[in-house]
């Protein structure tokens, strides 16, 4: 067993994309908000990213995403890092929403490439320059063509990582060997973001994930993590392999936010599934099917 080198993490290790407790007439449950927050802490995660994709961002609204940000911090204190979604295909915009998140005291944040509009590669650089210019919070660069149509070119991670505050990035492109490659050469921090590969790409050189499993295997994912770090390969694949059953319950439909709120209530960790449109929640029979794959794959 070789001991790694214990690589630069700017955000932590395991942070969970949480999701964002509502009531049933889709008001946001700030209580809950508080209790998941501390349960996920308690349960594997060092981290706590609001307002990204799995919490509903495109829905919520600036005032909330504020309240989110002040309601997490409140509630994991110091312990664990809180980093707040600052997203939009309107780059003034994204740009006021990172200044809010750290007026709200998040300790970084998480930005996807424009979506949408499609952007020249200039453009996307542009677009996070000027997040970076009104903010000095440490960056989380998302790249995830799948969803936004876009994706970051060599070039374009080579001038994202000459800017000083944009120190990560998370990548779902589900191209372990080009991220590799980038890693190597920009220096920046990688995060996996997607669960099913989490172990490949910390074998690629990746820090740790950025994951929304976690809601119901943080300690499974941490415990391989840990096992990388101390150079105990087999163990962390054992420990992948233990989550990868819980992994295709809540990811394998494509709706990881849908489905991660659902098990939040299963759990008895949050009240309600309910979700903003143009979301809906499990029904009754998706959900009790949702409950019966999180028993097999060990999830109690």
């Given amino acids: 067993m070789v001991q790694q080198i214990q690589p630069f993490r700017p955000f932590g290790t395991v942070l969970t994309a949480t999701v964002t407790p509502m009531s049933d ?8 908000v508080g209790r998941l927050a501390r349960y996920l802490v308690d349960h594997g995660s060092d981290g706590i990213v609001v307002s990204g994709t799995t919490g509903e961002s495109p829905t919520t609204h600036s005032p909330e995403k504020i309240e989110l940000i002040r309601v997490v911090r409140e509630a994991v204190g110091s312990r664990v890092t809180v980093v707040a979604g600052a997203s939009s295909n309107d780059t003034i915009h994204a740009a006021r929403m990172a200044e809010q998140a750290a007026e709200a005291g998040a300790d970084g944040l998480l930005s996807v490439v424009p979506y949408y509009s499609k952007p020249s590669q200039r453009g996307v650089i542009a677009h996070f320059q000027a997040i970076a210019g009104s903010t000095d919070l440490p960056i989380m660069v998302y790249d995830i063509p799948g969803r936004v149509g876009i994706r970051l070119a060599p070039t374009t991670l080579d001038a994202l990582a000459q800017v000083d505050t944009i120190v990560a990035i998370k990548d779902a492109t589900g191209d372990v060997a080009a991220a590799k490659e980038s890693i190597a050469r920009t220096g920046m921090a990688w995060y996996s973001g997607d669960d099913p590969l989490n172990l490949e790409f910390l074998l690629a050189g990746a820090v740790g994930v950025v994951s929304v499993a976690s809601h119901v295997v943080g300690p499974a994912i941490a415990r391989m993590v840990a096992a990388y770090d101390a150079g105990d390969i087999e163990g962390a694949r054992q420990a992948q392999k233990e989550a ?57």
């Fill in 244 to 300: 990868d059953p819980a992994i295709s319950a809540l990811m394998g439909t494509g709706l990881g936010a849908v489905t991660a709120k659902a098990a939040m209530q299963i759990l008895g960790v949050i009240p309600s599934r309910a979700m903003r449109l143009p979301h809906v929640p499990l029904d009754d029979e998706e959900n009790e099917a949702l409950r019966a794959a999180l028993a097999a794959a060990g999830v109690k």
């Fill in 25 to 32: 007439d889709g008001e946001i449950d700030y209580a809950s």
